[in-house]
């Protein structure tokens, strides 16, 4: 896949998430318009976070049911754009509240745009791509603050859902002329057969331990970004919504800084990268909570949770789809469960905190989700550790491929039928997996 079609890709991620957060800069003068109060303005976010979930759980799965990835991207742009003009042109509450779920339900067009980029690329690049794919998605959330921002203050909040709408259906009709269809060797699976696969998923250690990392990892995001305009709008700081959106410039920088998050996952390293980007974002914290006397500590806070948030979502994702590559849209939905769920917990979490106890107390909650992460990831990491294929067993090639390293190892690998056994591909591992490697989580043990 060239740099263009990767590019294009993310800019779908980016739009359609934008839908979901574009909100996050404006609570106050959106909340103020519509009746909500600044207490229960989280729930401008969320509703379209649950949204998102209902779409993960619906709509994900028809990723792999459709033979032509295109025209289903195509189409969830479509309806995306729909939710943002009803959106834009609400004159109550609950019409904003229908416009923002319809817009998030259809926004996991970003899972199926991630499955079409995992399969359109060669092994050994898979992780590369996921990683320009996915840093869409953190410019939606981050650098779109900083546009959105500017489009509120000179034009009103309608006016940013007004142009995501327009930008998505721009969007819907360059998908379905640039990219390629998929090649005819992905046989797509029934409906039914892809909602039963997807409930599979939830009963598989692999899965959960790293569905359960992203469910904290974004609560802890979502009390930053969902809460954070509300302390800067107040005393002593008293910023407009583009000062607040340039707060998204220092996100960014911080997530594109973790951009070779990708080629560390292609060596093998996702897991203990994870685990020292979950170590700073607990840091980050101590930084975050210094708002109320220094934006400058506030910046350098919010550039380190970006960087990492994006390291651990990024070899989460290189993790599962290699783990899984049979049914990329399934097992990238069923992780984006976690992470929509987590997303609403720290948005409907934060509003609250702050309005009754202040920033100090979002900060320690932001912290405790961190922490919570953290021990997710080292509990995952003992438990490897402790197998027989943790100790360095799974160099046999009775254990299976290495999750981590798999891409390069796949490339090399003899296609033979000799190397069938029971129905398992047989892979050689090129040297001994080391204690709490991420690349024993093909292990047929550790699946049951």
Known sequence: MNVWRRLLLATVCGVAVA???????????????????????????????????V???????????????????????????????????????????AGLAL???????????????ATASPLAERGRTIGVVTSGVVVGILGARFVTGVLAQAWGWRSMYAALGALALALAALVMSALPRESNSRTPAGYRQALVSLGALFGQRLFLTRGLIAFFLFASFGTLWSGLSL???????????????????????GALGAARAGRWADAGLALPISGLALALLVVSWA????????????????VVLDFAVQVVHVSNQHVLTTAHPERTSSVIGGYMVFYSLGSALGAATTTSVFSSHGWGASSLLGAAFATCALIVWATGARRRSATPAGRGRASAPQRGAAAGALQD????????????????????????????????????????
């Open 19 to 53: 839908s979901v957060y574009s909100a996050q800069t404006v609570l106050p003068s959106m909340g103020g318009s519509l009746g909500v109060s600044a207490q229960h303005a989280g729930w401008i976010v969320s509703t379209g976070q649950f949204g998102y979930l």
């Open 55 to 97: 779409g993960l759980a619906l709509l994900v799965p028809l990723g792999d049911v459709v033979a032509d990835r295109r025209r289903l991207i195509a189409v969830h742009l479509t309806v995306t754009a729909a939710g943002l003009f009803v959106t834009a042109a609400a004159p109550a509450a609950w019409t904003a509240f």
């Open 103 to 117: 817009a998030g339900m259809f926004a996991v067009v970003v899972q199926t745009t991630v499955a079409y980029a």
């Open 231 to 253: 302390p800067l709008a107040d005393a002593p700081w008293h910023l407009s919504e583009s000062q607040t959106g340039l707060f998204g410039i220092a996100g960014l920088a």
């Open 287 to 302: 930084a975050t909570a210094q708002l109320s006397w220094s934006l400058w500590l506030l910046g350098l806070g919010i």
């Open 409 to 448: 190892q796949e490339s090399r690998a003899p296609t033979s039928p000799s190397h069938f056994r029971n129905g398992t591909r047989l892979l050689p591992v090129p040297k001994p997996v080391e204690a709490g490697d991420d690349r024993a989580c093909r292990d047929p043990v550790q699946h049951h």
